[in-house]
């Protein structure tokens, strides 16, 4: 028998996570930090990251208040349950919590690591890997303590019943859900501002600088240099960080609450809760895989870049393969030795899981081919630049669009074959083939997210690495530090293109995930509202009423009927299209927001060279707190925007169009915010790499008027990439999210 | 009692436009062509333009038979019905005819506008006018031909039972849609095979003449400006024209069909019969008043720009306030003496037509706005410019994301009350409400397209101005000349605006429409297949299989429910991603094409300035027939695969996933390609209009630096514009035709 303290299990490994990234943060801090201006560049860009940081969360508690309020008074009207604003807010607290920490191990490690490269390549390696894992660690730690905790708390006292809910695993599951919320709200703003501060700093720093002035990256010359290390910190650290929490947290709650939703009628007993455990058990012991994934990164001292890059990706490969194995073993604990309906589950569910990790590898692959100068695409649109910036442009855009091809399908392929696993490779569309099939969906999203712990240590690594390079040239370094560092920072290209696709893959799955939970809400508020009723009966649609019984009994199934969600449906079809100009318009509103920050930015720049007096010779300090004010005050401003209208619109579909149209907005915004983001995230890619490319000496190489216009690709490709992209992924679940914390209000009262 | 003849009216109609058509081009004929140096430059585009035509015609003739073929194979398995081979055929035809004719008469008309600018603004303004307007009234003539002959044909006689398919309207309405495919196909190659002539033409033409060598558009010493000329003619002429020929037909062929189903059991006589005939009768009746429209643009002798747009807009203005009006009465005399169910009926739908008007009319200004430079917007792009090209880029795409909003959401809310108006304000989903809702979307997209043949007269102006430019300027015409081709200009490009905005809006209306009739379809070929079993079953699923009674009375509703054609299937899900995936995809291959194409085009263009002597100084002629010849290879050789993966991408989804996976693949499609199409043509448009607002005299006038990074946006743009943007128009609508052709195979066999 599978008892409640099993979950134990998952709360040990996350506490084991924490202690590891606590031992490699001390570690870290051991090694000695360089010369005094290394510090005192390494202090500028920590405080400046601090100090943003500090404004950015500012505003988040603002909105988190509101919101938290908000849930608050429909908790009071009986539209939520009493527990939805705690939790919304420790999934918020946690998210921030990540960034934080992974972000004041990055702007500590730098100059650890440039210092670190001085030695030699492999002591880089070691420091920035190792500083990198702590952001890994704090991650999938903090998620599984809240998850853990939460599940405990929720599940083993009496909370739900003393507010008033139910208290049974799909009423515990989809509370958690809004725990996600919190984490995806997070994450937005996190993506969002960390977005536009890093990419209004980047762009205006390269286009005065590198375009202008013919000064060299990360010189210290430029005003807008720490602005642009800072930035670094705060988008590809801490954004990132919060980003993948999101993913992480999020898949593994979407899973436990398809779990519960796809087993409650199972016949066998404890079927419905140890579906609910597995999710938990994969991310656990992904925990500790990731963990031996980690200590196996290391090589011989006078490793080339070769063996560099076989180093972490024996890491990671034997991470993903180790987790495929021992999925087979969880499964088996769990359902191995069940008979009749459910005899084949535990193999048949650890298919679901494996398909995910294929997925994700091949997606990355597919990234890696698009996106680095190895490969043809890139080399392409770098040999576009002998007719100039206008075609590298067009060719970047193009590359992009014909690279979404291969992740789309693979994602498709994943869909049907995860579904088809975890059903028994039953196609036929049914409420229990359906609901089992789904949570295939979601445990394949899980399956590829399990390594995070490692793969996100090679992402988080890169940016460090990049910092570490920023801080020898600034601190004038011998040429050789720097080209150790350049070494590390050009792996962290490559390994990053890996885990975007993860990101991007487990985002969709997730989000495919999270449609079921959310029809999952809508039943729970229709038997909330029907026990609350007079009469016993709640308004489904003007013809249908339900009551507790028969909405508790309603299948997924039943609710496409019910409300109509199918593709003749008017209301639906607008809620598609009104999804797809949200991707649109979001990126737009981040693109834009970009743009006008680095215009100050440029202004400024351009400002401290013609008005401060040997700036230009290196005599004079510019004036590097203006560019980082700058910077962080557009992000500030800018970020607000798009973030609450990721928010608002899905609540005002439902209040106009009703569920079918949220189902619609969902579906439009998931489709179309995916393609759209694999598009930017490798024309971005893409158009950097090319620039690359030419600078190794290629078509002209540095300085040549074919560099030129492969520059203007890159600094177009900075927001593509590390802005509107990136928050691509977060949007299509928030607005999940949103919908499902919405639910009740949607149910209640709708236009159409 | 209104009977068959009625068609005539519509005949006439055609006969008519046609008529004026052939009226105005003997006018235009009669006009002086001016000074022998612009005979010969009119010779040379005219020659290139019709080899290049020819040659399209060529490949484009293969692919008809080959696509003739299948269909004749499949109606001998008895997949499809033994008429639409030809009526494929037809529809080809007819679309390529108005392009043939609508560009030889565009080639004809330039050099003579040119002449006649040379006397007044108002002369010219009048040559060209009536040019387009050829095209204009050819598009609707010859639709109206093929769809009034052909609907003659097959209800007056017996050829449908002589094939062996069921003559009723339903039958005949969907057999119809085939001729729509034609079109359709037809258009794809068109739109794509022309707009990769013209922007490679163009681009290439810019990016030496322009920024290497600063010698101004259209420059006789510039090789490509022949080409660049032909490309106005063979993309912006003919290819449009091919693709408004295809929505104009497709509108009234898709609501022709949802009319026919809508009422297939009405209990009223003829009532059937009347909803078929209702879109013939509006498009008509636009006619007449599209003629009335093109006499009323005339102006004074001495008009400046702003009377010169008043005369154009009074013109189209009249004629759809005029239609409106006619519609109230065409639908009283159809439908004003029902009673009960009915009794509301004609003002009802007529109120659907005026929606779709208004719908046009909101895009088309938000265009506009979005695109013109006299709005902040635009302008905002141009100010960019002083921070370089990357920020150019940036904005511009920026603007174009942001811009989808207001179509988007007026598409939707025209989605939703058109369907309201239709259904009599019934939002409860039921088969009846459906249907008829569905027609009333139908009808708001010929209502949008009914005075197309006025609006199409201002798009094809257009061009016809834009190549009386070049001509001017290369035979050397006084400045005021040029001046007053240049203002001909500019109106041809504000005018344009509203026309994409007819474009864009009613491809959506009307490929929601198609998504009815793809189910119409399926229905038809369940019927066949039950009625040629030797048990007299169709199998429709694994547990379902329907007589042909069943199939027979089966209801959109049924079949959304007999195929699980809901929001959570997995496989409709699948579909929806591969369809936004298309889009982007298509776009990607075409975008490439054009910049592959273009730096063909750059090499020659640098080689003859570097190997021909005196070319720069204006001494020696350069190898115009060379440029034309690399434009034309180009175009040929990179149309074919994105328009064969836009035929066979909807067969493979149909043969892999099944009709879900279908509507999913449709509806995927038409969200993305919608927002994406929005998204291109603005961005493309702002760009081209910062680069002017530049050249005005704004942000450093022409030949600054920023005039520079305005014309990198303009040649990113080209692509966009007029290359991607409008093949996407016809995407989604190609698709949706492939899928209803395909039906019988889909139905028969499929994987999942």
Redesign the interface.
């Known amino acids: 028998m599978i008892s409640n303290s099993i979950v134990y299990i998952v709360l040990a490994a996350s506490v084991l996570a924490l202690t590891f990234a606590f031992i490699f943060y001390k570690q870290m801090m051991k090694q000695d930090e360089g010369t005094d201006l290394m510090k005192k560049i390494a202090a500028h860009v920590r405080k400046g990251a601090m100090a943003y940081l500090k404004q950015q969360y500012k505003v988040v508690i603002i909105v988190f208040i509101v919101l938290a309020a908000i849930f608050g008074i429909m908790a009071y009207f009986k539209l939520q349950n009493g527990v939805v604003w705690f939790a919304f807010l420790t999934g918020g607290f946690f998210s921030g919590l990540a960034g934080f920490f992974g972000m004041k191990t990055a702007t500590y490690a730098s100059a650890r690591t440039a210092n670190a490269a001085r030695k030699s390549l492999n002591s880089g390696l070691q420091v920035a890997f190792r500083s990198g894992a702590v952001m890994g660690l704090v991650v999938v730690g903090l998620a599984l303590l809240d998850v853990s905790v939460w599940f405990l708390v929720l599940n083993g006292t009496g909370l739900l019943e003393a507010v008033g809910a139910e208290n049974d695993l799909i009423t515990i599951t989809t509370t958690m859900l809004t725990f996600g919320m919190g984490a995806s709200t997070q994450a937005l703003f996190a993506r969002v501002g960390g977005g536009i501060y890093t990419k209004a700093a980047d ?1 205006g720093a390269d ?1 005065v600088g590198k ?1 202008e002035y013919n000064i060299p990256e990360d010189d210290p010359r430029n005003p807008a240099t720490i602005a642009d290390n800072v930035g670094d910190n705060v988008g590809d650290v801490a954004g990132m960080g919060a980003d993948l929490y999101e993913s992480y947290a999020g898949s593994i709650l979407a899973t436990m609450a398809l779990g519960a939703s796809a087993f409650a009628t199972a016949a066998v007993e404890g079927m419905q809760f140890r579906a609910v455990l597995a999710p938990m058990l994969i991310a656990a012991v992904g925990v500790l895989l990731s963990l031996i994934g980690i200590f196996m990164v290391r090589t011989k001292e006078n490793a080339g870049m070769k063996q560099l890059l076989g180093a972490l990706s024996r890491g990671t490969n034997t991470a993903a393969v180790l987790i495929a194995v021992a999925t087979f073993g969880i499964m088996y604990f769990l359902f191995g030795k069940e008979t009749g309906e459910y005899a084949n589950m535990w193999w048949q569910t650890s298919l679901s899981v494996v398909v995910g990790l294929l997925a994700g590898v091949i997606i990355g692959k597919a990234t890696e081919y698009y996106t680095s100068q190895s490969y043809k695409p890139t080399q392409k649109v770098a040999e ?1 630049s ?6 590298v ?3 970047g ?9 291969i992740p ?2 693979t ?2 392929v994943a ?2 074959l995860a ?1 088809l696993c975890a059903n028994g490779f039953n ?3 049914t409420a229990v083939n ?1 609901s089992r ?2 949570y295939g ?1 979601g445990i394949a999203a899980v399956g590829m997210l399990s390594t995070l712990g490692i793969t996100l240590a090679t992402d988080a690594y890169g940016p460090i690495a990049d910092n570490a390079g920023g801080n020898a040239e600034m601190s004038g370094l011998e040429p050789e530090v720097r080209k150790r560092t350049d070494a590390l920072d050009a792996l962290g290209n490559t390994t990053a293109a890996t885990g975007k696709g993860f990101a991007i893959g487990s985002a ?1 799955l997730t989000a ?1 995930a999270l ?2 939970s959310y ?1 999952e809400e809508i039943k729970i508020a229709l038997v909330r509202i029907a026990g609350a009723a007079s009469d016993g009966m709640a308004k489904v ?3 249908v009423s339900w009551t507790v019984e028969q909405a508790k009994n309603a299948s ?2 039943d609710f ?2 019910v409300y ?11 809620g ?6 949200m ?3 979001f ?3 981040t ?2 927001a ?2 006008r920050a ?2 100050k930015m ?1 202004e400024e720049v351009r400002r401290q060279f013609s008005t401060i007096k040997g700036i230009l010779e290196g005599k004079a300090e510019p004036d590097y707190e203006r560019c980082v004010a700058i910077s962080t005050k557009g992000a500030q401003h800018e970020m607000l925007v798009p973030s609450i209208l990721a928010i608002l619109v899905p609540i005002l579909t439902g209040v106009i169009l009703g569920v079918p149209g949220v ?2 907005l969902l ?2 915004g998931l ?2 915010g ?3 983001a694999v ?1 930017m995230a490798n024309s971005g890619g893409a158009w950097d790499n090319a620039k690359k490319y030419v600078e190794e000496g290629n078509f002209g190489g540095k300085g040549s008027e074919n560099h030129k216009a492969t ?2 690709g890159d ?2 490709g900075d ?1 593509f990439k590390d802005t509107s992209g990136p928050s691509l992924n977060i949007l299509i679940k928030l607005m999940s999210m949103v919908s499902i914390v919405m639910a009740g209000l949607t149910v209640t009262c709708h236009l ?1």
Request: hydrophobic share 65%.
């Open positions: 762009v286009l375009t576009s002998k007719t100039g910036p206008a075609t442009i067009i060719s855009l193009g590359l992009g669009m014909l690279s979404t091809a789309v399908v994602v498709g869909i049907v579904y196609i036929e569309f359906l099939g789904l969906i969709a495919l449609l079921a029809v649609s003007d013809t997924l199934v496409m009927d109509s969600v199918n593709l003749m449906n008017p209301v639906v079809l607008v598609v299209f009104i999804g797809a100009m991707a649109f318009v990126c737009g509103m693109m834009n970009v743009g680095a215009q440029v189902l619609g579906i439009g489709a179309t995916f393609v759209l598009f520059v203007v600094t177009v927001p159409l």
